[in-house]
Structures are given as C-alpha cells and as structure tokens.
C-alpha cells in the first residue's frame, strides 16, 4: 500500500555489480577507530586490541520475516540492522561494524536499493556503527537482506544466557508487546485497504505500537547503563521471541526454574488498549509476541538497590531451583508452567507459524 507507482525507476543493470555497490556504499562514514579496513579490498580488516570480538549475524527473507506492503524499504534496512544490533548488546558488548549482504530481483529498481540503504545508513549514524562489506547479487524472486553485526567488549563484561543462578533477579528493559500489537495493526489495515484503497485509515492511537514494530531501537543504552550502575548481569538474551521463549532458554542455558510474576510485566498503555479492541490476552502477548527487541537479563539480589530506582529497568520475577520448574505466577496467585507457545491455556490460538 506504501507502494508510489510514479517513482523513478532505474534498472540496476544500468549500474553493473561494482557501480551499484559503489552508489549504494559512497556516503557512509568510517567511525570506529577498530575498523582498519573498510569495503573496497577483498576483505575488511579490524583491530579490537586487547578486547574480545563478538559476531552475530541475521538472514531475512521478503514474504518470511518482511512484508514490504505494510514495511517501508527505508524501515526494513534500519530494522535489518537494529535486530543484529540488539544480539551484539544482549551479549553486554558494543556495536563496531556491520556487514550487509543483499540479493534483490529485478522487481528492485535503483531507487528501492537506494531507500533499503538509507536505512541502513541512518542506523549507523544513529548507533555509530561502521559498514565495513558485505555482498550484493540478485535473486529470482524477492529481496533478501543478511547482516552480520561486530562488536566488541572486555573479556570479564561478556554476558552469556548460562550465568543465571538460583535466587538472582529477572529484569526486563522498556515495556513488552507492542511490537506483536502494531503488527496486528499494520495486518489489518492491509486487510481494510485491499477491500478499500481509498480509506485513510487515522492510525495516531496507535502510533507508539506501529513504531515499536516498524522502527525498534536496540538498547545500546542498557550495557552502558549497567556500567554506570557497577552491574554486572549473571546471564542476559534479547527480547525477540517473546518473553516465555527467552526465559526459557535463559533457565535452559542456566540449569534453573524460574517465577514470573504476571502483575509485573511492564506494559504501554496503548498494548492494553490494543489487546482489548483485539480481544487479546495482554500477558500472552508479552509472554509470545515477539520482536520487542528489549533485554532481559538476571542479576544477583545484592544488586537490587543499584537497579530499583531506574524507569528503564524493571523486576519481573527470580531464578529458583531447577526442579521447582518454570513458571508465571498470575494475579490471581495460581502458578501456571511456561512453555515455549508461551503459558499452557492459551496455547491453541497461538501463532504456530513464527519465523526467527
Ligand atoms: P568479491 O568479488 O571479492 O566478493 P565484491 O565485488 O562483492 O567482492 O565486493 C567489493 C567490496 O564491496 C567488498 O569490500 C565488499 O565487502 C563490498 N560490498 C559488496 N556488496 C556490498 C553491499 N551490499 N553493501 C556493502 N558493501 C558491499
Ligand atoms: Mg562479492
């Protein structure tokens, strides 16, 4: 629907490979003072020093992970970039370099290429971040976009997802859901718009959950933070499945059960208002929604004062003993278990199709 069917169109043949790498790569900037060699030889060449490297890297597929009707290319590179961004600070680490490979068909005028890189480029500036290669070649059907994110840290800051002991606190970052609710939006008005073209749908009630699905922001802010703090969590995994999924392999990785307590689960008023016009359970959509990209992570309870006080950070259960099992504890102080489809009577409806 986002589609402008008056836009220039160039072929991207008219290029060759090395002209359009050369447009689409000739206004970012190198940044990082560990990036000795960026794109232009037959590898690029980095320096961390006395510091650990961490790689992470992410394949999304146009029709799997995408759906360029509702997303704009623009978003989808700055999305691409902030999801392998977010694995680099899961790992209590820094950001340096990203690669960024794309296979395109022939659908893909310059000027889409152009908007997907724009993206990119805007998320690192944003994130300072340095894109140092990557590939480009073309694609019988759709667009596919990989990116392989660099990072850095000091080898005692690197948190793992098997650190988590028993009696240590689960935190979370920001607020859960709204990424899961705004793609219920951005669903249903494409819905609205096949049948109608014409409607102008006002989507400002929602703008907060549109946003959190089409442009999340990964938590460079949170490493940082916990730096100043003098935390050093026990265990840590981005929010990209949904809670359950996460505390799940959390406990798994760790060798602990774990309680979740549901009164505690942070939430925007808009994915409350949301989940009532959709009729949804708010703490199932936090608990399986997806693509927050929020962190979440554990902590020793000696830690507690030097988090309580801080709006970014909330408690939202504790590790416990591998048998007492994994569970949420509701409001009405029944203990339900977790499972991977997120808590045990909600499962049926829940969407069995998830990409990650
Ligand atoms: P090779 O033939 O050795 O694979 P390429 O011609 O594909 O080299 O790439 C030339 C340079 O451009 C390399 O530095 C490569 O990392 C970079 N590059 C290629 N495609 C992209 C892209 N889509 N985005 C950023 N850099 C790219
Ligand atoms: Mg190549």
Redesign the pocket.
């Known amino acids: 629907m986002l589609e402008d069917k008056n836009q220039k169109r160039t072929s991207v043949s008219e290029l060759g490979?090395?002209g359009?790498?050369d447009h689409?790569?000739e206004h970012?900037e190198i940044t990082q003072e560990s990036t000795v060699k960026?794109?232009?030889?037959?590898?690029?060449v980095i320096d961390f020093k006395d510091k650990k490297a961490v790689i992470s890297t992410d394949l999304l597929i146009e029709g799997i992970h995408f759906d360029l009707s509702y997303m704009p290319l623009k978003h989808l590179g700055y999305k691409a970039v902030m999801v392998n961004l977010s694995d680099i600070y899961a790992m209590n680490a820094m950001a340096t370099q990203i690669?960024?490979?794309?296979a395109a068909s022939n659908r893909f005028p310059l000027e889409a290429l152009e908007e997907l890189?724009s993206g990119?480029q805007l998320a690192c500036r944003n994130y300072k971040v340095d894109?140092?290669?990557?590939?480009?070649t073309s694609s019988n059907k759709g667009l596919l976009i990989s990116v392989t994110a660099i990072g850095e840290a000091k080898e005692e800051d690197l948190t793992y997802r098997n650190g988590a002991k028993e009696n240590d606190l689960l935190v979370t970052t920001g607020d859960i859901g709204g990424a899961y609710m705004g793609l219920q939006i951005l669903e249903r008005e494409k819905e609205v718009f096949k049948v109608n073209p014409n409607n102008q749908p006002d989507l400002s009630p929602y703008s907060y959950i549109i946003e959190r699905q089409l442009k999340p922001e990964a938590r460079k802010d949170i490493p940082q933070l916990l730096k100043e703090l003098e935390v050093k969590p026990t265990s840590m995994i981005d929010i990209s499945d949904g809670l359950s999924s996460e505390i799940l392999h959390l406990c798994k990785n760790s060798n602990v059960g774990c309680n979740l307590f549901e009164e505690k689960i942070p939430l925007d008023q808009q994915v409350i208002s949301t989940c009532e016009e959709f009729e949804l359970n708010s703490t199932t959509v936090a608990l399986s929604g997806g693509e927050d990209y929020e962190l979440l992570f554990t902590i020793s309870q000696e830690d507690y004062p030097k988090i309580k006080a801080n709006p970014h950070l909330t408690v939202i259960g504790h590790m416990t003993a591998l048998s007492e099992g994994i569970h949420l504890i509701t409001r009405a102080n029944t203990k339900i278990p977790i499972t991977s489809m997120g808590w045990s009577p909600f499962n049926e409806d829940k969407n069995n199709d998830k990409n990650d």
């Open positions: 490979e090395f359009l790498i689409l790569t970012f960026g794109i232009g030889d037959d590898a690029a690669t960024v490979s794309i890189y990119v894109l140092i290669g990557g590939d480009t």
